[in-house]
C-alpha cells in the first residue's frame, strides 16, 4: 500500500472545513483511503474520522491509498496537505 508523510502546515490543524477538503478531494477516488497521525488511523472518507484525530499544524500524517486509482490519490492528496488544505500557512 503506498503511502506518504506530510506535516500539516495550516493554521487551524485539521478543523471542519480543511477536513471536508480533504474527505472531498479523497472521495473522487476509488482507491481506500487511511490518514494516521501518532499511530491513531482514520478512513480519509469520512469528515467525523478525519476530525476524530485531533490534528493540529505541525503534525506529522502519514496518507495511505490502496486500490485502483492509489497512486495518483496519494499525490492529489499529499499536495493537497502540503498547500494547505485551502488555508493560508503561518508566515515563516
Same mark, same amino acid.
Given at each position: 500500500?503506498?503511502?506518504?508523510?506530510? =506535516?500539516?502546515?495550516?493554521?487551524?490543524?485539521?478543523?471542519?472545513?480543511?477536513?471536508?477538503?480533504?474527505?472531498?478531494?479523497?472521495?473522487?477516488?476509488?482507491?481506500? $483511503? $487511511?490518514?494516521?497521525?501518532?499511530?491513531?488511523?482514520?478512513?480519509?472518507?469520512? =469528515?467525523?474520522? @478525519?476530525?476524530?484525530?485531533?490534528?493540529?499544524?505541525?503534525?506529522?500524517?502519514? $496518507?495511505?491509498?490502496?486500490?485502483?486509482?492509489?497512486?495518483?490519490?496519494?499525490?492529489?492528496? @499529499?499536495?493537497?496537505?502540503?498547500?494547505?488544505?485551502?488555508?493560508?500557512?503561518?508566515?515563516?
Amino acid at each position: 500500500m503506498p503511502e506518504a508523510r506530510v =506535516i500539516l502546515k495550516n493554521p487551524s490543524g485539521l478543523h471542519a472545513r480543511p477536513a471536508a477538503v480533504f474527505v472531498q478531494a479523497a472521495n473522487g477516488f476509488t482507491a481506500d $483511503i $487511511i490518514l494516521q497521525r501518532d499511530g491513531k488511523e482514520a478512513n480519509g472518507k469520512s =469528515i467525523l474520522a @478525519v476530525m476524530g484525530l485531533g490534528a493540529k499544524c505541525g503534525n506529522e500524517l502519514v $496518507i495511505r491509498a490502496e486500490g485502483a486509482d492509489a497512486e495518483q490519490a496519494l499525490a492529489t492528496l @499529499v499536495e493537497l496537505v502540503q498547500a494547505g488544505l485551502g488555508e493560508a500557512e503561518l508566515p515563516g
